[in-house]
């Protein structure tokens, strides 16, 4: 019986770029799921697409350590509802979710490039 031939391991390719286009629609996507799902979309985006194309990487960064940010807003603001002030705190909290995740997608879909502000940086 003859051996077969030696076959070298097969690994996964690289993950290949996204177009600018498909860049812009996942960064808008990701922004926007933030506002449904808090920061689980931010953050299968960024484990999926991060190795894609800077500008998706960039923003599916920057909606992570937003949504994180805000996680941690949400639970300090889950504490003090026992002083009642968490409750207007909790309401601040949604709203500036909706509206900054909105800004952010606009931009996403236009192309340009966005910081959230006052977020604190869990990953780059």
Request: no cysteine.
């Amino acid at each position: 019986m003859t051996t077969p031939p030696y076959q070298p391991p097969q690994y996964p390719a690289a993950p290949q770029p996204m177009n600018p286009a498909d860049e812009r629609l996942w960064a808008t996507l990701v922004h926007v799921g933030g506002i449904f799902f808090y920061f689980v979309p931010a953050l299968i985006g960024y484990l999926v697409l991060k190795d894609r194309g800077p500008f998706v990487r960039a923003h599916t960064a920057t909606a992570l350590n937003f949504q994180l940010t805000l996680l941690i807003a949400y639970i300090v603001s889950s504490i003090l509802t026992i002083v009642l002030i968490g409750f207007v705190l909790l309401g601040v909290i949604w709203v500036v979710n909706i509206v900054f995740s909105v800004i952010a997608a606009i931009k996403a879909n236009k192309g340009e490039w966005y910081t959230y502000p006052a977020t604190i940086r869990f990953v780059s």
